[in-house]
């Protein structure tokens, strides 16, 4: 059976949402790929299908039901094998060698978290592991949810022709992509660098290497710190 993503939320209507269109939709229109978005507040069990409450030790907000979010997930019959993620900007950030572990796998569940937060007690008894898109603050966890099943579906087979596939290189040899060009040769008094239209392919490729290197030095210093220092050439000086 296909990857499946199935997410639980307050707002169902929001998926696939963008992933309904272009490179994802195509996918999921030819069934490569499935979505099933669950509603929490159909498990809710009062008369006014409440789903949230005040906090414990009081605060500000409203914090969602441990039992209503423990019923719609045990409702959901999701396989053990299964992972099942919380979106949650307090998670481990997203990293692209997660990403294709989950697009390996048959797909997780996904709960989107709203309000101040969900009853921890349902966290630590469904075993939910909690996922942060980045260090940044959403109104929920649907956009962040949309984002991971993005970055997993065009990992799928099939999923993107073979042209584009290879372009994971760029993050998983650890450094940022390199500048792109295409025509026209000159684009407002900027020409396209020399080496590009040079057909030089060696030399292209150390230009691309060298780029890539420059770029992850100045803006991701994280990143940089985890590349190996390259050995001195027999001259004892880099290039
Ligand atoms: N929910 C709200 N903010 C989030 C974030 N940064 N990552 C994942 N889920 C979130």
């Given at each position: 059976s296909p990857w499946r993503a199935t997410v639980l939320t307050?707002?169902?209507?929001?998926?696939?949402?963008?992933?309904?269109?272009s490179l994802a939709g195509r996918a999921l229109a030819s069934g490569l790929w499935e979505i099933e978005a669950r509603d929490i507040r159909a498990s809710a069990t009062d008369r006014h299908r409440s789903v949230d409450d005040t906090p414990a030790g009081g605060g500000p907000g409203m914090v969602l039901r441990a039992d209503v979010l423990a019923a719609a997930i045990d409702a959901?019959?999701?396989?053990?094998e299964r992972p099942r993620l919380l979106m949650s900007p307090r998670g481990r950030p997203l990293t692209q060698a997660r990403v294709a572990e989950l697009a390996q796998g048959p797909g997780p569940l996904i709960v989107c978290g709203r309000f101040e937060g969900i009853d921890q007690r349902v966290i630590d008894g469904r075993g939910l592991e909690e996922v942060s898109i980045g260090d940044y603050v959403l109104s929920g966890g649907e956009i962040a949810a949309l984002a991971l099943i993005d970055a997993c579906v065009r990992l799928l087979?099939?999923?993107?022709?073979?042209?584009?596939?290879?372009?994971e290189e760029s993050f998983s040899d650890g450094l940022l992509e390199y500048p792109q060009y295409t025509r026209p040769q000159l684009f407002e008094g900027a020409p396209i660098p020399e080496i590009l239209t040079s057909g030089d392919h060696a030399k292209v490729a150390s230009w691309r290497r060298a780029q890539s290197e420059a770029l992850t030095a100045a803006r991701r210093p994280d990143l940089w710190a985890q590349i190996p220092p390259k050995p001195p050439n027999r001259a004892g000086r880099q290039k």
């Open positions: 307050l707002f169902p209507e929001m998926f696939p949402g963008p992933l309904g269109v959901a019959g999701i396989a053990p087979p099939g999923v993107m022709g073979k042209e584009a596939s290879g372009t």
